[in-house]
Nanobody, 119 residues
Framework: QVQLVESGGGLVQPGGSLRLSCAASGSIGMFNDIGWSRQAPGKQRELVAV???????NYADSVKGRFTISGDNAKNTVDLQMNSLKPEDTAVYYC?????????????WGQGTQVTVSS
């Protein structure tokens, strides 16, 4: 059973920083892609940042230059460093990744961690 466990959310003032961490139950190298999505109240879930097989990294336009995603193969973790946070970054952040299973590709999700940017 693949498990993804997030940590590091919380309350931060505008302009501040937070670092989210996602611990995977297995090697992150086994994922076709792994990264972070978020969902704000009343909005659809959206991709924030993702590491794809082969090492390519993609960011949402809204976070480019402010957020950095990184993977640690030794620790099986994927972190999201968030700087210059804005109120519109407030959301539940979900670690997620796609792996191949006996039934085909499947996306696995963590339980989510709340990030609130407010003064």
């Amino acid at each position: 059973q693949v498990q993804l466990v997030e940590s590091g959310g919380g309350l931060v003032q505008p302009g501040g920083s937070l670092r989210l961490s996602c611990a995977a139950s297995g090697s992150i190298g086994m994922f076709n892609d792994i990264g972070w999505s978020r969902q704000a109240p009343g909005k659809q879930r959206e991709l924030v940042a993702v590491i794809r097989s082969g090492g390519n990294i993609n960011y949402a336009d809204s976070v480019k230059g402010r957020f950095t995603i990184s993977g640690d193969n030794a620790k099986n973790t994927v972190d999201l460093q968030m700087n210059s946070l804005k109120p519109e970054d407030t959301a539940v952040y979900y670690c997620n990744g796609e792996r191949n299973t006996a039934w085909g590709p499947r996306r696995f999700w963590g339980q989510g961690t709340q990030v609130t940017v407010s003064s």
